[in-house]
Protein backbone atom coordinates (compact mmCIF):
# COMPACT_ATOMS: atom_id res chain seq x y z
CA UNK A 1 0.00 0.00 0.00
CA UNK A 2 1.44 3.31 -1.32
CA UNK A 3 -0.74 5.46 1.07
CA UNK A 4 -1.85 5.55 4.48
CA UNK A 5 -5.46 5.04 5.38
CA UNK A 6 -5.43 9.04 6.40
CA UNK A 7 -3.40 9.96 3.66
CA UNK A 8 -6.40 7.96 1.47
CA UNK A 9 -9.08 9.87 3.42
CA UNK A 10 -7.79 13.57 3.21
CA UNK A 11 -7.49 12.45 -0.37
CA UNK A 12 -11.30 11.60 -0.68
CA UNK A 13 -11.87 15.11 0.71
CA UNK A 14 -9.72 16.71 -1.71
CA UNK A 15 -10.94 14.50 -4.82
CA UNK A 16 -14.54 15.57 -3.92
CA UNK A 17 -13.72 18.80 -3.11
CA UNK A 18 -11.59 18.92 -6.70
CA UNK A 19 -14.98 17.52 -8.16
CA UNK A 20 -16.78 20.21 -6.88
CA UNK A 21 -14.26 23.20 -8.52
CA UNK A 22 -14.54 21.34 -11.78
CA UNK A 23 -17.92 20.61 -11.97
CA UNK A 24 -19.95 23.42 -10.31
CA UNK A 25 -17.89 25.60 -12.65
CA UNK A 26 -19.62 23.21 -15.81
CA UNK A 27 -22.60 23.47 -14.56
CA UNK A 28 -23.56 19.93 -15.18
CA UNK A 29 -22.23 16.74 -14.01
CA UNK A 30 -23.55 13.64 -11.80
CA UNK A 31 -21.86 14.61 -8.08
CA UNK A 32 -23.79 11.77 -5.85
CA UNK A 33 -22.50 9.10 -8.16
CA UNK A 34 -19.34 10.73 -8.18
CA UNK A 35 -19.45 11.24 -4.23
CA UNK A 36 -20.77 7.05 -4.08
CA UNK A 37 -17.66 6.14 -5.52
CA UNK A 38 -14.70 8.20 -4.58
CA UNK A 39 -12.99 5.38 -2.39
CA UNK A 40 -13.43 2.39 -4.98
CA UNK A 41 -11.90 4.54 -7.90
CA UNK A 42 -8.85 5.92 -5.64
CA UNK A 43 -8.73 2.40 -3.99
CA UNK A 44 -8.28 1.26 -7.52
CA UNK A 45 -6.53 3.85 -9.57
CA UNK A 46 -3.93 4.65 -6.90
CA UNK A 47 -3.80 1.58 -5.12
CA UNK A 48 -4.10 -1.68 -7.45
CA UNK A 49 -3.64 -1.28 -11.00
CA UNK A 50 -0.67 -0.99 -12.65
CA UNK A 51 -1.93 2.13 -14.59
CA UNK A 52 -0.06 5.67 -14.14
CA UNK A 53 1.22 7.93 -15.90
CA UNK A 54 4.70 6.42 -17.07
CA UNK A 55 2.21 3.66 -18.63
CA UNK A 56 -0.85 4.89 -19.92
CA UNK A 57 0.24 3.74 -23.66
CA UNK A 58 1.30 0.60 -22.66
CA UNK A 59 0.05 -2.41 -23.75
CA UNK A 60 0.50 -4.23 -20.67
CA UNK A 61 -0.90 -1.63 -17.96
CA UNK A 62 -4.18 -2.66 -16.36
CA UNK A 63 -7.26 -1.39 -17.85
CA UNK A 64 -10.35 0.34 -16.23
CA UNK A 65 -13.96 -0.15 -17.65
CA UNK A 66 -15.95 3.04 -16.36
CA UNK A 67 -19.29 1.15 -17.42
CA UNK A 68 -21.57 3.67 -14.91
CA UNK A 69 -20.63 6.23 -17.83
CA UNK A 70 -22.13 9.01 -15.54
CA UNK A 71 -19.59 8.43 -12.62
CA UNK A 72 -16.68 9.82 -15.34
CA UNK A 73 -16.40 12.87 -13.81
CA UNK A 74 -14.37 11.68 -10.32
CA UNK A 75 -11.84 10.47 -13.45
CA UNK A 76 -10.71 14.26 -13.90
CA UNK A 77 -9.58 14.60 -10.19
CA UNK A 78 -8.05 11.73 -9.70
CA UNK A 79 -6.10 11.22 -13.16
CA UNK A 80 -5.12 14.77 -12.28
CA UNK A 81 -3.72 13.58 -9.10
CA UNK A 82 -2.25 11.15 -10.83
CA UNK A 83 -0.58 13.37 -13.23
CA UNK A 84 -2.43 12.02 -16.25
CA UNK A 85 -4.01 15.08 -16.74
CA UNK A 86 -2.86 18.27 -15.92
CA UNK A 87 -4.98 21.50 -14.25
CA UNK A 88 -5.03 22.89 -17.82
CA UNK A 89 -5.81 20.28 -19.52
CA UNK A 90 -9.21 19.42 -17.68
CA UNK A 91 -9.78 23.55 -17.80
CA UNK A 92 -9.32 22.77 -21.79
CA UNK A 93 -12.01 19.56 -22.03
CA UNK A 94 -14.09 20.24 -19.19
CA UNK A 95 -16.00 23.39 -21.10
CA UNK A 96 -18.67 23.64 -23.32
CA UNK A 97 -16.68 23.35 -26.72
CA UNK A 98 -14.06 21.89 -24.65
CA UNK A 99 -11.60 19.67 -27.08
CA UNK A 100 -13.48 16.31 -27.25
CA UNK A 101 -10.58 14.90 -29.60
CA UNK A 102 -7.54 15.23 -26.59
CA UNK A 103 -10.50 13.56 -24.04
CA UNK A 104 -11.00 10.98 -26.57
CA UNK A 105 -7.19 9.88 -26.50
CA UNK A 106 -6.90 9.84 -22.79
CA UNK A 107 -10.06 8.13 -21.96
CA UNK A 108 -9.33 5.35 -24.98
CA UNK A 109 -7.00 4.00 -24.24
CA UNK A 110 -6.43 5.66 -20.87
CA UNK A 111 -9.60 4.09 -19.66
CA UNK A 112 -10.67 2.06 -22.73
CA UNK A 113 -13.98 3.03 -23.31
CA UNK A 114 -16.16 5.95 -22.38
CA UNK A 115 -19.55 4.12 -21.32
CA UNK A 116 -23.10 5.89 -20.10
CA UNK A 117 -24.93 3.71 -22.59
CA UNK A 118 -25.46 1.38 -19.38
CA UNK A 119 -25.02 -2.17 -19.71
CA UNK A 120 -22.15 -2.30 -22.02
CA UNK A 121 -18.91 -2.11 -19.91
CA UNK A 122 -19.18 -5.47 -18.51
CA UNK A 123 -18.89 -7.58 -21.46
CA UNK A 124 -16.53 -5.27 -23.45
CA UNK A 125 -14.44 -6.03 -20.02
CA UNK A 126 -14.82 -10.05 -20.29
CA UNK A 127 -13.43 -9.54 -24.14
CA UNK A 128 -10.70 -7.98 -22.97
CA UNK A 129 -9.66 -9.51 -20.11
CA UNK A 130 -9.97 -12.94 -22.49
CA UNK A 131 -8.07 -11.38 -25.09
CA UNK A 132 -5.30 -11.23 -22.60
CA UNK A 133 -5.85 -14.94 -21.52
CA UNK A 134 -5.55 -15.39 -25.53
CA UNK A 135 -2.13 -13.55 -25.80
CA UNK A 136 -0.78 -15.33 -22.55
CA UNK A 137 -0.68 -11.45 -21.08
CA UNK A 138 -0.99 -10.84 -17.55
CA UNK A 139 -2.20 -7.67 -17.30
CA UNK A 140 -5.72 -7.18 -15.50
CA UNK A 141 -9.07 -5.69 -16.46
CA UNK A 142 -11.52 -4.09 -13.71
CA UNK A 143 -14.88 -2.57 -14.49
CA UNK A 144 -16.81 -0.84 -12.01
CA UNK A 145 -20.57 -1.42 -12.73
CA UNK A 146 -23.47 1.04 -11.07
CA UNK A 147 -26.08 -1.53 -9.12
CA UNK A 148 -28.89 0.13 -10.67
CA UNK A 149 -27.08 -0.32 -14.24
CA UNK A 150 -27.45 -4.01 -13.14
CA UNK A 151 -30.93 -4.33 -14.27
CA UNK A 152 -29.60 -3.93 -18.29
CA UNK A 153 -30.03 -7.63 -19.60
CA UNK A 154 -26.35 -7.22 -21.20
CA UNK A 155 -25.04 -7.27 -17.72
CA UNK A 156 -26.57 -10.88 -17.03
CA UNK A 157 -25.40 -11.60 -20.58
CA UNK A 158 -21.66 -10.92 -19.73
CA UNK A 159 -21.65 -12.19 -15.98
CA UNK A 160 -22.99 -15.51 -17.20
CA UNK A 161 -20.13 -15.53 -20.14
CA UNK A 162 -17.24 -14.64 -17.86
CA UNK A 163 -18.08 -16.90 -15.21
CA UNK A 164 -18.62 -19.65 -17.70
CA UNK A 165 -14.87 -18.48 -19.45
CA UNK A 166 -13.32 -18.37 -16.02
CA UNK A 167 -11.87 -15.51 -16.55
CA UNK A 168 -10.16 -14.68 -13.33
CA UNK A 169 -7.98 -11.92 -14.57
CA UNK A 170 -11.79 -9.59 -14.81
CA UNK A 171 -12.80 -7.94 -11.23
CA UNK A 172 -16.03 -6.49 -11.41
CA UNK A 173 -16.39 -3.99 -8.46
CA UNK A 174 -20.29 -3.10 -8.04
CA UNK A 175 -20.84 0.52 -6.80
CA UNK A 176 -24.03 -0.14 -4.57
CA UNK A 177 -25.61 2.65 -3.52
CA UNK A 178 -29.28 1.43 -3.40
CA UNK A 179 -30.32 4.09 -6.06
CA UNK A 180 -31.36 4.41 -9.27
CA UNK A 181 -32.50 7.65 -10.73
CA UNK A 182 -35.91 7.65 -9.23
CA UNK A 183 -36.02 5.35 -6.28
CA UNK A 184 -34.19 2.83 -4.38
CA UNK A 185 -33.27 -0.11 -5.88
CA UNK A 186 -35.49 -2.87 -3.77
CA UNK A 187 -38.78 -0.84 -4.27
CA UNK A 188 -38.40 -0.80 -8.05
CA UNK A 189 -37.11 -4.24 -8.59
CA UNK A 190 -35.13 -5.84 -6.20
CA UNK A 191 -31.38 -6.97 -6.69
CA UNK A 192 -31.15 -8.69 -3.47
CA UNK A 193 -29.95 -11.51 -3.24
CA UNK A 194 -27.23 -9.76 -5.26
CA UNK A 195 -24.18 -11.32 -4.47
CA UNK A 196 -25.55 -15.10 -4.47
CA UNK A 197 -26.78 -13.88 -8.02
CA UNK A 198 -22.68 -13.36 -9.03
CA UNK A 199 -21.81 -16.55 -7.01
CA UNK A 200 -24.89 -18.78 -9.09
CA UNK A 201 -22.98 -17.43 -12.52
CA UNK A 202 -19.48 -18.97 -11.30
CA UNK A 203 -17.97 -15.57 -9.76
CA UNK A 204 -16.57 -15.28 -6.72
CA UNK A 205 -18.09 -12.78 -4.31
CA UNK A 206 -16.48 -9.96 -1.51
CA UNK A 207 -19.08 -7.97 0.53
CA UNK A 208 -17.37 -4.20 1.73
CA UNK A 209 -18.08 -1.24 2.78
CA UNK A 210 -17.19 0.68 -0.31
CA UNK A 211 -16.34 4.29 1.79
CA UNK A 212 -13.94 2.13 3.68
CA UNK A 213 -10.53 1.87 2.43
CA UNK A 214 -9.52 -0.83 5.00
CA UNK A 215 -12.13 -3.08 3.75
CA UNK A 216 -11.85 -2.04 -0.30
CA UNK A 217 -7.54 -2.67 -0.25
CA UNK A 218 -8.22 -5.90 2.24
CA UNK A 219 -10.53 -7.27 -0.73
CA UNK A 220 -8.46 -5.50 -3.35
CA UNK A 221 -4.98 -7.24 -1.47
CA UNK A 222 -3.25 -10.14 -3.24
CA UNK A 223 -5.13 -9.78 -6.56
CA UNK A 224 -3.10 -10.46 -8.83
CA UNK A 225 -2.60 -13.86 -7.01
CA UNK A 226 -5.64 -15.44 -6.37
CA UNK A 227 -6.04 -19.37 -6.57
CA UNK A 228 -9.12 -19.55 -8.48
CA UNK A 229 -10.55 -20.06 -11.50
CA UNK A 230 -13.30 -17.47 -10.87
CA UNK A 231 -13.55 -13.69 -11.97
CA UNK A 232 -14.45 -11.39 -8.53
CA UNK A 233 -16.98 -9.27 -7.79
CA UNK A 234 -16.44 -6.99 -4.95
CA UNK A 235 -19.77 -5.26 -3.81
CA UNK A 236 -19.26 -2.27 -2.83
CA UNK A 237 -22.07 -1.05 -0.19
CA UNK A 238 -21.65 2.94 -0.79
CA UNK A 239 -24.19 6.29 -0.19
CA UNK A 240 -24.95 7.91 -2.61
CA UNK A 241 -24.16 11.47 -2.55
CA UNK A 242 -21.28 10.76 0.32
CA UNK A 243 -19.59 13.78 1.34
CA UNK A 244 -22.63 16.13 1.52
CA UNK A 245 -25.80 14.98 4.01
CA UNK A 246 -28.24 17.08 2.22
CA UNK A 247 -28.10 15.06 -0.87
CA UNK A 248 -26.94 11.55 0.56
CA UNK A 249 -29.38 8.86 -0.09
CA UNK A 250 -31.94 10.36 -1.63
CA UNK A 251 -33.98 9.83 -4.94
CA UNK A 252 -34.11 12.14 -7.71
CA UNK A 253 -31.03 13.86 -7.07
CA UNK A 254 -29.32 11.62 -9.82
CA UNK A 255 -27.91 14.52 -12.05
CA UNK A 256 -27.91 17.28 -9.17
CA UNK A 257 -25.31 19.92 -9.96
CA UNK A 258 -25.32 22.98 -7.14
CA UNK A 259 -25.72 26.04 -9.08
CA UNK A 260 -25.05 29.70 -7.60
CA UNK A 261 -25.66 30.22 -4.23
CA UNK A 262 -25.30 25.84 -3.79
CA UNK A 263 -22.15 26.17 -5.05
CA UNK A 264 -20.65 27.95 -1.62
CA UNK A 265 -23.35 25.49 0.67
CA UNK A 266 -22.13 22.17 -0.77
CA UNK A 267 -17.85 23.58 -0.30
CA UNK A 268 -19.09 24.14 3.72
CA UNK A 269 -21.07 20.96 3.97
CA UNK A 270 -18.58 18.71 2.31
CA UNK A 271 -17.17 16.37 4.58
CA UNK A 272 -13.74 14.67 5.05
CA UNK B 1 -20.09 -21.53 -53.25
CA UNK B 2 -22.25 -19.44 -50.78
CA UNK B 3 -20.74 -16.26 -50.22
CA UNK B 4 -21.17 -16.56 -46.34
CA UNK B 5 -18.65 -20.40 -46.99
CA UNK B 6 -16.04 -18.48 -49.11
CA UNK B 7 -15.29 -15.58 -46.77
CA UNK B 8 -15.15 -18.50 -43.92
CA UNK B 9 -13.13 -20.31 -45.47
CA UNK B 10 -10.62 -17.19 -46.11
CA UNK B 11 -10.51 -16.57 -42.56
CA UNK B 12 -9.84 -20.48 -41.89
CA UNK B 13 -6.28 -20.00 -44.77
CA UNK B 14 -5.51 -16.74 -43.41
CA UNK B 15 -5.63 -17.75 -39.42
CA UNK B 16 -3.68 -21.26 -40.38
CA UNK B 17 -0.98 -18.80 -41.95
CA UNK B 18 -0.55 -16.99 -38.89
CA UNK B 19 -3.56 -14.28 -38.81
CA UNK B 20 -4.27 -13.14 -35.10
CA UNK B 21 -8.11 -13.69 -35.90
CA UNK B 22 -10.80 -14.56 -33.30
CA UNK B 23 -14.45 -15.37 -34.34
CA UNK B 24 -17.18 -14.36 -31.87
CA UNK B 25 -20.60 -16.42 -32.97
CA UNK B 26 -23.36 -15.84 -30.73
CA UNK B 27 -24.94 -19.63 -30.94
CA UNK B 28 -24.53 -20.20 -34.91
CA UNK B 29 -22.46 -21.95 -36.83
CA UNK B 30 -21.86 -22.90 -40.69
CA UNK B 31 -20.59 -25.69 -42.33
CA UNK B 32 -18.01 -23.80 -43.84
CA UNK B 33 -16.85 -22.85 -39.92
CA UNK B 34 -16.40 -26.49 -39.24
CA UNK B 35 -12.60 -26.87 -40.09
CA UNK B 36 -11.94 -23.87 -37.97
CA UNK B 37 -13.45 -24.70 -34.99
CA UNK B 38 -11.43 -28.26 -35.46
CA UNK B 39 -8.77 -26.40 -35.88
CA UNK B 40 -8.51 -23.44 -33.30
CA UNK B 41 -11.04 -24.05 -30.61
CA UNK B 42 -9.12 -21.50 -28.60
CA UNK B 43 -10.47 -19.15 -31.63
CA UNK B 44 -13.80 -19.66 -32.11
CA UNK B 45 -15.92 -18.08 -28.73
CA UNK B 46 -19.56 -18.94 -28.73
CA UNK B 47 -21.84 -16.08 -26.17
CA UNK B 48 -24.60 -17.95 -26.80
CA UNK B 49 -27.92 -16.08 -27.93
CA UNK B 50 -26.57 -13.17 -26.55
CA UNK B 51 -26.10 -10.36 -29.54
CA UNK B 52 -25.84 -7.32 -27.13
CA UNK B 53 -22.61 -9.81 -25.12
CA UNK B 54 -21.54 -10.37 -29.14
CA UNK B 55 -20.70 -6.76 -29.65
CA UNK B 56 -19.19 -6.31 -26.30
CA UNK B 57 -17.17 -9.14 -26.24
CA UNK B 58 -15.69 -8.74 -29.72
CA UNK B 59 -15.25 -5.01 -28.68
CA UNK B 60 -13.26 -5.77 -25.99
CA UNK B 61 -10.76 -8.74 -27.76
CA UNK B 62 -10.41 -6.32 -30.67
CA UNK B 63 -8.60 -3.75 -28.04
CA UNK B 64 -6.66 -6.48 -26.85
CA UNK B 65 -5.46 -7.06 -29.86
CA UNK B 66 -7.25 -9.50 -31.94
CA UNK B 67 -9.37 -9.28 -35.50
CA UNK B 68 -12.39 -10.08 -34.63
CA UNK B 69 -15.24 -11.35 -36.76
CA UNK B 70 -18.26 -11.59 -35.02
CA UNK B 71 -21.16 -13.88 -36.46
CA UNK B 72 -24.59 -14.01 -36.19
CA UNK B 73 -28.12 -14.76 -37.16
CA UNK B 74 -29.58 -11.98 -38.56
CA UNK B 75 -31.33 -9.27 -37.67
CA UNK B 76 -30.45 -9.37 -33.76
CA UNK B 77 -26.63 -7.97 -33.72
CA UNK B 78 -28.47 -5.04 -35.26
CA UNK B 79 -31.75 -5.05 -34.08
CA UNK B 80 -31.44 -5.98 -30.64
CA UNK B 81 -28.01 -4.55 -30.03
CA UNK B 82 -28.48 -1.34 -32.14
CA UNK B 83 -27.18 0.43 -29.03
CA UNK B 84 -23.69 -1.32 -28.75
CA UNK B 85 -23.42 -0.82 -32.66
CA UNK B 86 -23.83 2.74 -32.72
CA UNK B 87 -21.58 3.02 -29.65
CA UNK B 88 -18.70 0.79 -30.15
CA UNK B 89 -18.68 0.81 -34.00
CA UNK B 90 -19.73 3.98 -35.15
CA UNK B 91 -18.59 6.40 -32.35
CA UNK B 92 -15.91 4.74 -30.67
CA UNK B 93 -15.27 3.39 -34.20
CA UNK B 94 -13.30 -0.09 -33.51
CA UNK B 95 -12.68 -1.77 -35.94
CA UNK B 96 -14.68 -5.25 -35.60
CA UNK B 97 -15.82 -7.13 -38.61
CA UNK B 98 -20.13 -8.08 -37.97
CA UNK B 99 -21.21 -10.33 -39.86
CA UNK B 100 -24.95 -11.59 -40.41
CA UNK B 101 -26.16 -14.72 -41.61
CA UNK B 102 -29.37 -14.18 -43.84
CA UNK B 103 -29.88 -10.81 -45.27
CA UNK B 104 -33.67 -9.54 -46.54
CA UNK B 105 -36.28 -12.23 -47.06
CA UNK B 106 -33.90 -15.18 -47.52
CA UNK B 107 -35.43 -16.56 -44.45
CA UNK B 108 -39.10 -15.45 -45.12
CA UNK B 109 -40.24 -19.00 -43.95
CA UNK B 110 -39.23 -18.14 -40.23
CA UNK B 111 -41.51 -15.22 -40.36
CA UNK B 112 -40.85 -11.51 -39.50
CA UNK B 113 -38.94 -12.16 -36.99
CA UNK B 114 -35.96 -13.48 -38.39
CA UNK B 115 -36.06 -10.78 -41.67
CA UNK B 116 -33.32 -8.17 -41.82
CA UNK B 117 -35.20 -5.99 -44.07
CA UNK B 118 -34.98 -3.05 -41.89
CA UNK B 119 -31.37 -3.51 -41.20
CA UNK B 120 -29.77 -1.52 -43.90
CA UNK B 121 -31.82 1.65 -43.06
CA UNK B 122 -31.10 1.72 -39.98
CA UNK B 123 -27.56 1.30 -39.95
CA UNK B 124 -27.68 3.82 -43.00
CA UNK B 125 -28.28 6.35 -40.09
CA UNK B 126 -24.28 5.70 -38.78
CA UNK B 127 -21.49 7.15 -40.07
CA UNK B 128 -18.22 5.92 -39.83
CA UNK B 129 -18.89 2.09 -40.87
CA UNK B 130 -19.29 0.43 -43.77
CA UNK B 131 -22.24 -1.97 -44.75
CA UNK B 132 -21.18 -4.91 -46.98
CA UNK B 133 -23.68 -7.00 -48.75
CA UNK B 134 -21.62 -9.54 -50.27
CA UNK B 135 -23.74 -10.12 -54.23
CA UNK B 136 -20.51 -12.29 -55.79
CA UNK B 137 -17.82 -14.63 -54.21
CA UNK B 138 -15.24 -11.80 -54.95
CA UNK B 139 -16.68 -9.48 -52.49
CA UNK B 140 -16.77 -12.20 -50.34
CA UNK B 141 -13.17 -13.42 -51.00
CA UNK B 142 -11.81 -9.50 -50.89
CA UNK B 143 -14.09 -8.83 -47.77
CA UNK B 144 -11.82 -11.23 -45.66
CA UNK B 145 -8.60 -9.97 -47.14
CA UNK B 146 -10.32 -6.98 -45.51
CA UNK B 147 -10.94 -8.25 -42.05
CA UNK B 148 -6.93 -8.20 -41.98
CA UNK B 149 -5.22 -5.64 -44.11
CA UNK B 150 -8.58 -2.58 -43.92
CA UNK B 151 -9.91 -3.36 -40.60
CA UNK B 152 -12.57 -1.18 -39.96
CA UNK B 153 -15.79 -1.27 -38.66
CA UNK B 154 -18.02 -3.28 -40.73
CA UNK B 155 -21.71 -4.68 -40.93
CA UNK B 156 -22.13 -7.40 -43.40
CA UNK B 157 -24.95 -9.52 -44.66
CA UNK B 158 -24.83 -13.19 -46.29
CA UNK B 159 -27.77 -14.15 -48.69
CA UNK B 160 -27.62 -17.81 -48.27
CA UNK B 161 -29.43 -17.70 -51.91
CA UNK B 162 -26.13 -15.96 -53.55
CA UNK B 163 -23.46 -17.96 -54.70
CA UNK B 164 -20.84 -17.85 -58.01
CA UNK B 165 -19.04 -15.12 -59.50
CA UNK B 166 -19.85 -12.10 -61.15
CA UNK B 167 -16.75 -8.96 -60.95
CA UNK B 168 -13.10 -9.29 -60.94
CA UNK B 169 -11.18 -9.19 -57.22
CA UNK B 170 -9.64 -5.74 -58.31
CA UNK B 171 -12.22 -4.31 -59.53
CA UNK B 172 -14.00 -4.39 -55.86
CA UNK B 173 -13.21 -1.21 -53.22
CA UNK B 174 -14.87 -0.91 -50.60
CA UNK B 175 -14.52 2.43 -49.89
CA UNK B 176 -16.02 3.34 -53.69
CA UNK B 177 -18.84 1.12 -52.86
CA UNK B 178 -20.59 0.53 -56.27
CA UNK B 179 -19.86 -1.75 -59.33
CA UNK B 180 -21.24 -0.62 -62.70
CA UNK B 181 -21.95 -3.12 -65.52
CA UNK B 182 -24.93 -3.43 -68.37
CA UNK B 183 -25.14 -1.05 -71.57
CA UNK B 184 -24.74 2.11 -71.51
CA UNK B 185 -28.24 4.00 -71.16
CA UNK B 186 -30.07 6.72 -69.86
CA UNK B 187 -31.44 4.41 -67.67
CA UNK B 188 -30.02 2.87 -64.37
CA UNK B 189 -30.97 0.66 -61.81
CA UNK B 190 -29.42 0.53 -58.40
CA UNK B 191 -29.39 -2.34 -56.49
CA UNK B 192 -27.48 -4.34 -53.59
CA UNK B 193 -27.43 -7.83 -52.48
CA UNK B 194 -29.76 -10.70 -54.05
CA UNK B 195 -31.28 -7.71 -56.31
CA UNK B 196 -28.13 -6.84 -57.84
CA UNK B 197 -27.05 -10.42 -58.07
CA UNK B 198 -29.89 -11.35 -60.12
CA UNK B 199 -30.51 -7.97 -62.21
CA UNK B 200 -26.28 -8.23 -63.17
CA UNK B 201 -26.85 -11.59 -64.35
CA UNK B 202 -29.84 -10.75 -67.10
CA UNK B 203 -29.27 -8.81 -69.90
CA UNK B 204 -30.99 -5.66 -69.36
CA UNK B 205 -30.44 -3.00 -72.43
CA UNK B 206 -29.56 -0.36 -69.08
CA UNK B 207 -26.49 0.35 -66.60
CA UNK B 208 -26.80 -1.51 -63.33
CA UNK B 209 -24.69 -0.51 -60.40
CA UNK B 210 -24.64 -2.70 -57.40
CA UNK B 211 -23.88 -0.99 -54.37
CA UNK B 212 -21.97 -3.53 -52.54
CA UNK B 213 -20.81 -1.17 -49.77
CA UNK B 214 -22.24 1.51 -48.16
CA UNK B 215 -21.98 4.24 -48.01
CA UNK B 216 -20.86 4.58 -51.87
CA UNK B 217 -18.44 7.04 -52.72
CA UNK B 218 -20.95 10.04 -53.91
CA UNK B 219 -19.09 11.88 -56.01
CA UNK B 220 -18.44 8.91 -58.19
CA UNK B 221 -21.06 7.84 -57.94
CA UNK B 222 -22.49 11.08 -59.38
CA UNK B 223 -20.42 10.43 -62.20
CA UNK B 224 -21.67 7.17 -62.77
CA UNK B 225 -25.41 8.19 -63.07
CA UNK B 226 -24.70 11.68 -65.01
CA UNK B 227 -26.55 11.54 -68.09
CA UNK B 228 -29.49 9.07 -66.71
CA UNK B 229 -32.95 10.45 -67.04
CA UNK B 230 -34.16 7.94 -64.87
CA UNK B 231 -32.57 5.46 -62.08
CA UNK B 232 -34.81 2.85 -61.05
CA UNK B 233 -33.89 1.46 -57.10
CA UNK B 234 -34.60 -2.00 -56.25
CA UNK B 235 -33.77 -3.36 -53.25
CA UNK B 236 -35.24 -6.29 -50.88
CA UNK B 237 -35.86 -4.29 -47.71
CA UNK B 238 -38.27 -2.02 -46.57
CA UNK B 239 -37.97 1.08 -49.47
CA UNK B 240 -37.87 3.11 -46.03
CA UNK B 241 -34.47 4.42 -45.83
CA UNK B 242 -33.42 2.07 -47.92
CA UNK B 243 -31.09 2.42 -51.10
CA UNK B 244 -33.49 4.42 -53.03
CA UNK B 245 -33.74 7.31 -50.19
CA UNK B 246 -30.19 6.59 -51.07
CA UNK B 247 -30.31 7.74 -54.03
CA UNK B 248 -32.95 10.60 -53.72
CA UNK B 249 -30.59 11.83 -50.96
CA UNK B 250 -27.45 11.99 -53.15
CA UNK B 251 -29.15 14.26 -56.13
CA UNK B 252 -31.05 16.46 -53.49
CA UNK B 253 -28.21 17.67 -51.92
CA UNK B 254 -26.51 18.46 -55.28
CA UNK B 255 -29.73 20.04 -56.54
CA UNK B 256 -29.88 17.22 -59.61
CA UNK B 257 -33.35 16.49 -60.96
CA UNK B 258 -33.42 12.78 -61.91
CA UNK B 259 -36.35 10.77 -61.76
CA UNK B 260 -36.20 8.00 -58.99
CA UNK B 261 -38.22 5.22 -59.23
CA UNK B 262 -38.02 2.78 -55.49
CA UNK B 263 -39.02 -0.63 -55.63
CA UNK B 264 -38.87 -2.20 -52.67
CA UNK B 265 -40.84 -3.99 -49.37
CA UNK B 266 -43.85 -1.58 -48.51
CA UNK B 267 -46.13 -3.76 -46.38
CA UNK B 268 -49.15 -1.50 -47.72
CA UNK B 269 -51.01 -4.51 -46.55
CA UNK B 270 -49.96 -4.90 -43.23
CA UNK B 271 -47.14 -7.29 -42.19
CA UNK B 272 -47.81 -10.66 -43.79
CA UNK B 273 -49.93 -12.61 -41.47
CA UNK B 274 -49.45 -15.90 -43.28
CA UNK B 275 -46.91 -18.45 -43.89
CA UNK B 276 -44.80 -17.31 -46.66
CA UNK B 277 -41.69 -17.10 -47.98
CA UNK B 278 -39.50 -14.94 -50.70
CA UNK B 279 -41.12 -15.44 -53.84
CA UNK B 280 -44.77 -15.36 -52.34
CA UNK B 281 -43.15 -11.86 -50.58
CA UNK B 282 -41.68 -10.67 -53.89
CA UNK B 283 -44.98 -11.02 -56.18
CA UNK B 284 -47.07 -9.23 -53.32
CA UNK B 285 -44.81 -6.43 -53.22
CA UNK B 286 -43.74 -6.37 -56.86
CA UNK B 287 -40.63 -7.28 -56.58
CA UNK B 288 -40.68 -11.10 -58.46
CA UNK B 289 -37.91 -11.24 -61.24
CA UNK B 290 -39.80 -11.83 -64.07
CA UNK B 291 -42.03 -8.20 -62.98
CA UNK B 292 -38.98 -6.34 -62.50
CA UNK B 293 -37.29 -7.31 -65.78
CA UNK B 294 -40.64 -6.31 -67.55
CA UNK B 295 -40.70 -2.80 -66.03
CA UNK B 296 -37.65 -1.93 -66.83
CA UNK B 297 -37.59 -3.28 -70.29
CA UNK B 298 -40.94 -0.91 -70.41
CA UNK B 299 -38.63 2.03 -69.32
CA UNK B 300 -36.63 1.63 -71.96
CA UNK B 301 -38.88 1.66 -74.75
CA UNK B 302 -40.48 4.88 -73.26
Known amino acids: MGQSYGQLYQKSYEMRKRFLEIFTKLG ?70 GDFTKTRELFYPGFEFYGGSLGIGLGMAAGLAMGAKLNREDWMVFCLLGDAECYEGAIWEAMLFAGHNRLNNLVVVVDRNYLGCSDFTENMCELEPFEEKWKSCNWDTKAVDGHSYEELLGALEGIRSRRTSKPLCIIADTVKGKGLDYLSNKPLMHGFMPKGEEVCAAYENLKG | MKVRDVFFHEIYKKTKHGEDIVIVSSDIGAPSLDDYRRDFPNRFINVGIAEQNLLAVSSGLQLAGKKVVAYALNPFPVTRAFDQVRNL ?22 GYTHMPIENLSLMRTLRNLQIVNPSDEAIARKLADAVVEEPYPRYVQFDKYIEGTLYAAEDINFRKGFITNGKESTIAVVAYGIMAHQLMKLDLPVKVIDCYSLPVQEEEFIQEIEGCTKIVTVEDGVADGGIGSMALEILNDRGIQISVVRKGLRFRQGYPNIFTNRELLWQEEGLDLLGLEQEIRKLCEG
Not at chain 1, 41 to 60: P, Q
Request: with cysteine; glycine share 8%.
Open chain 2, 89 to 110: MASLQIPITVTALNAGTCSAEA
Open chain 1, 28 to 97: YGHLTTAFSETEILIALLSETMNFHAGNVNDKNRDRLVLSKGHGAGMLFPVFEDLGILSKEEIEEIIKCG
